[in-house]
């Protein structure tokens, strides 16, 4: 599948003409990705290899504490994603490791303390080191992105510019690292309907993915085949999550994706998920709601809806 790709530095009616063409049909699209400072992007993204390089004791030192706990190391077979679509689809636990941190990388207050669980401090490796240092700027680099992409969803909805500004100005974004380990022995009974990531959709407004060259990504289009959204490192793959769609009254779809066993080899990616601010509620805009009809999802907040489907997924 070829993904439309948007050019944020174009004039705002070009870019929101675009990326309303991408929402309304598939919700998939790419941006370049010197989008960011190309030094940004790749010491990140040097950091996340090296990290999943260290022995298994060493990552295990930065392992979730406990269960549901949000931010630090998963280990593989840890998070089973399926189990968030609830809708009883088959699946075994995820062939993946994970690393995530919150959103105390951007500075920013999140909320009062009875936001606890979003709240947890993200959990710093030792190694390797300027780890956290690398990892804090692509953060806040793409946060900047997000804003900008969110003000352009806002003009292609027909609100005005800064309609989702005081909605995202304290978002609960996290961030994370994806590592899947090369596929070398025959799967058992036990792994033999596990994906390297679960069928699901994303929970929040909309997430920034980086990916390397090895195939898996698939998206499952509106008449249900799964179909293989080729690898481009130069790009981000940009995709919108629940809360754009319960925003829009399904209009721009939440579409739900996967990542597959394409390719044997080792595979990395790094998610950006970006959130509105805890207490923000997502509810039907005006302009997605025809004269007479109803909002097809009933108003949520964004952060105990975060929480629940998060929780949702450890195995």
């Known amino acids: 599948m070829e993904l439309a790709v948007v050019d944020l530095r174009a004039p705002m009616g070009e870019r929101a003409a675009a990326v309303a063409a991408a929402c309304e049909s598939i919700g998939f699209f790419r941006l370049p990705l010197d989008v960011i400072d190309r030094g940004v992007a790749e010491a990140a993204w040097n950091a996340a290899s090296e990290f999943f390089a260290l022995d298994e ?8 504490p406990e269960p549901g706990y949000p931010y630090g190391y998963s280990p593989f077979k840890y998070e ?30 999140v909320g009062d303390s009875s936001h606890l669980w979003i709240r947890s401090p993200s959990i710093w490796p030792e190694q390797p080191i300027g780890f956290k240092v690398a990892w804090t700027a692509y953060y806040r680099a793409l946060t900047s992105v997000a804003e900008d992409l969110m003000a352009t969803m806002s003009v292609a909805l027909g609100m005005p510019e800064d ?3 005081p909605l995202i100005d304290r978002p609960i974004t996290s961030m994370r690292a994806l590592y899947y380990p090369a596929l070398v022995a025959p799967a058992s009974a036990a792994t033999a309907r ?16 980086r990916t390397d060259d090895i195939s898996g ?5 509106a008449e249900g085949a799964w179909v293989d959204v080729a690898p481009e490192p130069d790009t981000f793959v940009v995709n919108l999550g629940d809360s754009i769609a319960q925003w829009t009254n399904d209009r721009w779809p939440s579409t739900v994706h996967r ?13 950006f998920f970006h959130m509105a601010n805890w207490d923000s509620t997502i509810q039907c805009l005006p ?3 025809e004269a007479g009809s109803s909002p097809r ?16 997924t450890v195995t």
């Open 163 to 165: 309609h989702f500004a």
């Open 217 to 221: 990504l698939q998206i499952r289009s």
């Open 194 to 209: 596990s994906l390297r990531a679960g069928a699901h959709s994303d929970y929040g407004t909309l997430t920034i993915l």
């Open 259 to 271: 990542v597959a066993i394409t390719d044997d080899r080792a595979r990395q990616s790094f998610a």
């Open 57 to 64: 004791e060493e990552k295990r030192r930065v392992e979730f």
């Open 80 to 109: 089973t994603l399926a189990k968030s679509l609830d809708d009883g689809s088959p699946s075994g636990p995820d062939l993946k490791e994970s690393f995530s941190v919150g959103p105390d990388c951007s500075g920013v207050d």
């Open 287 to 289: 302009t997605c709601l």
């Open 297 to 312: 999802h009933a108003p949520v907040q964004a952060g105990p809806w975060l929480m629940r489907k998060f929780k949702a």
